[in-house]
């Protein structure tokens, strides 16, 4: 199967950077959309960001100018540089992918999620 491993976050002051990565891994036969999604305690997960495998984006309007996303196939890995970072970002940030594996006959799409890595914003 495929699984999501994320990692880089951390604590941060309000307006500073983070980079997170998230790396797929696993029988991989190909990745479609791959996605940063969010949850704050007592709040709905949300996306953040996705981006396709042709490189289209789109991003939460909360995030838009302060977060980027982008993935590198070649590692099977995504990333979203936050910068600019605002207590209301603090969360925990999942990664998310559409994939296809080769141990799974017949194909199926797979919705795959990764366990999380907790951003805190605070001074």
């Known amino acids: 199967q495929v699984q999501l491993v994320e990692s880089g976050g951390g604590l941060v002051q309000p307006g500073g950077s983070l980079r997170l990565s998230c790396l797929a891994s696993g029988s991989i036969l190909l990745i479609h959309t791959m996605g940063w999604y969010r949850q704050a305690p007592g709040k709905e997960r949300e996306l953040v960001a996705d981006?396709?495998?042709?490189?289209?984006?789109n991003y939460a309007d909360s995030v838009k100018g302060r977060f980027t996303i982008s993935r590198d196939d070649a590692k099977n890995t995504v990333y979203l540089q936050m910068n600019s970072l605002k207590p209301e970002d603090a969360a925990v940030y999942y990664c998310?992918?559409?994939?296809?594996?080769?141990?799974?006959?017949?194909?199926?799409?797979?919705?795959?999620w990764g366990q999380g890595t907790l951003v805190t914003v605070s001074s």
């Open positions: 981006i396709t495998r042709g490189g289209t984006t």
């Open positions: 998310r992918c559409g994939a296809y594996s080769t141990t799974d006959i017949p194909r199926r799409y797979l919705d795959v």
